[in-house]
């Protein structure tokens, strides 16, 4: 799915749109790239001259400021010219199509694309109009996917882990609405991961999510045994109360992420968080704040991830 | 005007005929199959050797978007393309804008229709007022104006007080009530089939029970009333089982099938292809394969094309906001053929199921070939493998799940009332 779309027939990304269907091979290349960028980040002069020239925009139809800010910064590093839209309050609403948008900005000469929709498949649709040479960057899509989201927690997984191949990892929370979730499902699945198991109620999984290769919990405690890696996922404020769920006091009775409840993972566990969190929802702030939790590397390798991901569609690494 | 059709293959799906014999046409009848009436001179004279001569085709289902929906496709395109498929006659569903829920509409569609002198249009009246669900539609002043059942098409109908009473009411006259099975709330923002590709897509899902549950509210309603149902467009395996519990039982129920729901499943949808967002949605290949099942062994009745032509701005969007529907008046031939090559049907079987059967479930004319009746039928090319394009539709809608596939079966001629009304 979306192989065709966003590998070209040399192999070569020309799409970032899910990562679904990215071999191994590409993602270890982006991972390898973006170690390269983590150093530039560390050095007093965080820039370096490979988009020179190049425009990126930054066209959000969904609000979002930290992601977009990490794609600005990932650009500006890159030393791209970056313009930002936040179409959700402007074109759309005066009755504008998605695609004319699309084709009004790709006519002030843009290179790429970073995309962000409350629609799945919209980056798809984009990427299908655009003309050749310019690259989409999905950076979110409905619930479909969020792959850069996905490849910054290989990065991290990676970092603290070295080898994928030996993982028990698993992902807590509602899956049911998470692009994340399923980004993060596929690459681990690409880069080896024997034991990826997903924890929640039934409300918050999706229907046959175990044909994804992976094993499904009820119980918190059950599925937090041995495990090596705990994601833990944004409980929207929506999803809080209404027919999926009772209350967030009970989602976090059953679900939420407590000290006593990761004693079940190994002793060196390492926990992440996509962000932004609920702390005394999905997560207790003891486990946000302590010794297992990686959720600010996350974020530190998040620009790296996005600067590789931008360097590779351009033909610069 | 009398006309005889020469060497072709003549298939009546009613008698079961299966032969190359001539047929004989008169002021608008067919008067003989086989030898020719005494006297009789024709003229005009077809030579339709490798053709099947077969009934036209009777479809439950053809959005004509009239009135309200011309710019997506005006009755004249519409009408040229169903004569281009081999359609003799149609229903057309009651949600155009506004709904078909008052004499006068009809009235005016049907006095288009026939001005255009081409299918037979039957229109479905509204079951409720406004499609809204809340109040009954006037069925005795829509039937008086043309309607030959009532249908509330894709519109929410929530309150089973009043599909109670609307049962009960048109069950007094002897109206047929046409249901699409699906509980509104269970498929609520929905946009495809609830299973693995929607999980993986991350699109809204639409699960089986949503048809399964309407499906048996509908069918305890129907034989606490006694009213005529007819259900339209199942999609489900669990549905079909269910359908085939209650004939079992002996309730007078019928049921169609839309032609894409034979092929295609929610696997086509691919990297989100807007064209394959149907309603309902295209399910899982197991359910698929149980409306073909169905199809075939009796308990679908009838397969339409649930035409529905959109135009490209509505399906150039995103997947779960492109409006749902494929044109479907040209593809329904070599789609029901495909189907019965696939099921290895007799063709006159094959074709029964878009002809006789439909007619049977509508109470009209047409179906046939048997002698005396009216003379609605298509000569066509089995052989004749064309590419699904744009440029070969007639219809103003091009939004086709398959658009750049080859079919086979391509109408040569198409006759209504002895009049031919289309040549290809």
């Known amino acids: ?317 | 005007m009398r006309i005889d059709i020469r060497n072709a293959r003549v298939i009546d799906p009613v008698s079961g005929h299966d032969a190359t014999t001539p047929l004989f046409i008169a002021d608008g009848r067919i008067v003989a199959l086989g030898s020719a009436p005494d006297g009789f001179r024709p003229d005009r004279s077809i030579d339709a050797k490798g053709l099947v001569a077969c009934p036209g085709l009777v479809d439950l289902s053809a959005r004509l978007r009239e009135p309200g929906n011309e710019y997506r496709a005006t009755l004249e395109s519409e009408m040229q393309a169903a004569v281009a498929g081999g359609v003799t006659s149609l229903a057309c569903p009651p949600d155009t804008d506004p709904p078909l829920d008052e004499p006068g509409l009809v009235e005016m569609l049907k006095r288009r229709a026939e001005s255009l002198r081409q299918a037979r249009v039957y229109p479905l009246g509204a079951l409720t007022l406004g499609l809204a669900g809340q109040k009954i539609a006037e069925m005795g002043e829509l039937a008086e104006a043309g309607c030959v059942a009532f249908f509330q098409a894709d519109a929410p109908l929530t309150d089973l007080n009043v599909l109670l009473q609307a049962m009960r009411y048109a069950a007094t006259f002897g109206y047929a009530v046409w249901l699409r099975p699906q509980d509104s709330h269970l498929a609520h923002g929905g946009v495809a089939h609830e299973g693995e590709v929607s999980t993986r897509l991350g699109l809204p899902p639409i699960p089986v029970v949503a048809e399964t549950v309407a499906l048996h509210a509908i069918l305890e309603l129907a034989e606490a009333t006694g009213a005529r149902v007819h259900l339209a467009r199942l999609s489900t395996a669990r549905g079909v089982a269910l359908v085939a519990a209650a004939k079992a039982r002996g309730l007078a129920v019928t049921c169609d099938v839309g032609v894409h729901h034979l092929h295609l499943c929610d696997r086509d949808a691919g990297d989100f292809n807007a064209n394959m967002n149907l309603v309902p949605p295209l399910r899982d290949p197991r359910d698929r394969d149980a409306l073909r099942r169905g199809l075939a062994d009796g308990t679908i009745d009838a397969v339409c094309s649930d035409h529905t032509p959109v135009d490209d701005d509505a399906k150039q969007v995103p997947f779960g906001e492109a409006e749902p529907g494929a044109t479907g008046l040209e593809l329904f031939l070599p789609l029901v053929l495909k189907w019965g090559g696939e099921m290895t049907l007799p063709l006159a079987a094959t074709l029964a199921a878009a002809s006789s059967r439909p007619a049977a479930i509508l109470g009209v004319e047409g179906g046939t070939l048997a002698g005396g009746r009216a003379a609605d039928l298509c000569l066509f090319d089995p052989e004749r493998h064309w590419i699904v394009s744009p440029s070969a539709l007639a219809s103003q809608g091009r939004n086709s799940p398959f658009l750049g596939l080859e079919v086979a079966g391509r109408v040569v001629t198409t006759i209504i009332d002895g009049r031919v009304v289309y040549t290809g």
């Open chain 1, 1 to 317: 799915m979306g192989r065709s779309l966003q590998i070209d027939s040399q192999g070569r990304l020309v799409h970032l749109l899910t990562t679904e269907g990215l071999p191994a091979e590409m993602i270890r290349h982006i991972l390898d790239t973006a170690s390269q960028f983590v150093s530039v980040n560390e050095r007093e002069v965080k820039k370096v001259p490979l988009l020179r020239g190049k425009s990126i925009f930054n066209v959000f139809f969904e609000n979002s400021t930290r992601t977009r800010t990490t794609f600005e910064i990932a650009a500006k590093r890159l030393s791209a010219d970056v313009i930002n839209l936040n179409i959700g309050a402007s074109s759309t609403a005066k009755g504008e199509t998605l695609l004319d948008t699309v084709w009004n900005l790709q006519a002030m000469d843009a290179d790429m694309f970073v995309v962000r929709h409350a629609e799945a498949g919209a980056p798809h649709l984009i990427a299908r109009h655009v003309k050749p040479g310019v690259h989409v960057v999905n950076a979110g899509d409905g619930r479909h996917a969020h792959p850069t989201q996905g490849l910054l927690d290989m990065y991290t997984i990676r970092h603290y882990k070295q080898d994928f191949t030996r993982l028990v990892v698993a992902i807590v929370g509602d899956v049911l609405h998470s692009r994340v979730a399923r980004s993060e499902i596929h690459a681990l699945k690409a880069l080896g991961v024997p034991e990826l198991r997903v924890i929640g109620p039934k409300t918050l999984l999706p229907t046959d999510i175990e044909r994804l290769g992976v094993r499904v919990f009820h119980d918190l405690a059950e599925g937090l045994r041995d495990c090596d890696v705990v994601i833990t996922l944004r409980l929207q404020n929506e999803r809080m109360s209404g027919p999926l769920l009772p209350s967030a006091g009970e989602f976090h009775k059953a679900y939420g992420l407590t000290p006593e409840r990761l004693a079940r993972a190994k002793p060196d566990a390492i926990v992440m968080h996509p962000g932004p969190l609920n702390r005394g929802v999905e997560i207790d702030s003891g486990v946000a704040d302590g010794s297992h939790s990686v959720i600010m590397p996350q974020v530190t390798f998040g620009i790296a991830v996005r600067m590789a991901v931008m360097a590779i569609l351009a033909g610069n690494a």
